[in-house]
């Protein structure tokens, strides 16, 4: 098997994403790098409009409430998956970006250079949760570096 040096990993810590996390493992180089992509999808700024809240200071109060849970929760997945490669002895960089994950991915992309890239593969239309639009038809034919894409678990990972 074809071991990679460095790798980006797009993770966000649902089902398929894990796989993708757990295809990585098996695929790093000893002595690799997984550089674990994170992004935190630009609709939640609409979250914060003026159609339910009465005024500014209480827009600005959930606004602020609704950033630090955000924050939260990407610490939690970056912290669980830097314990999750370290205990395979590799080395373990965490990007986070908040907009369109296609565009976060291409940025990555154009700063450094990749080995490979893992991705898990779209939620299966059965599966409750939001359905990812992240390989496009227009991000396939901009990448230029090989990409593995983790078939979706049969059963969520424990």
């Known amino acids: 098997m074809t071991l990679f040096k460095h790798i980006l990993l797009a993770s966000h810590g649902t089902s398929g994403a894990v796989a993708a996390e757990n295809m990585a493992l ?3 180089a000893s002595e690799g790098t997984i550089d674990h992509l994170i992004v935190v999808p630009e ?9 339910w809240l009465n005024n500014g200071v209480t827009r600005d109060q959930f606004s602020n409430y609704l950033q630090t849970e955000l924050g939260k929760e990407v610490d939690q997945q970056c912290d669980r998956l830097h314990r999750k490669v370290s205990a395979h002895a590799f080395n373990y960089h965490s990007l986070i970006f908040f907009g369109r994950p296609g565009q976060a991915l291409l940025q990555c992309l154009k700063k450094q250079t990749y080995d490979l890239i893992v991705l898990g593969s779209p939620r299966p239309r059965r599966m409750p949760g939001l359905r990812s639009t992240l390989l496009t038809k227009q991000l ?19």
């Open 26 to 28: 098996q695929v790093c």
């Open 43 to 51: 609709f939640w700024q609409g979250m914060t409009g003026d159609d």
């Open 140 to 158: 396939i034919t901009a990448i230029q570096t090989a990409v593995l894409i983790a078939p979706y678990p049969k059963q969520p990972p424990a």
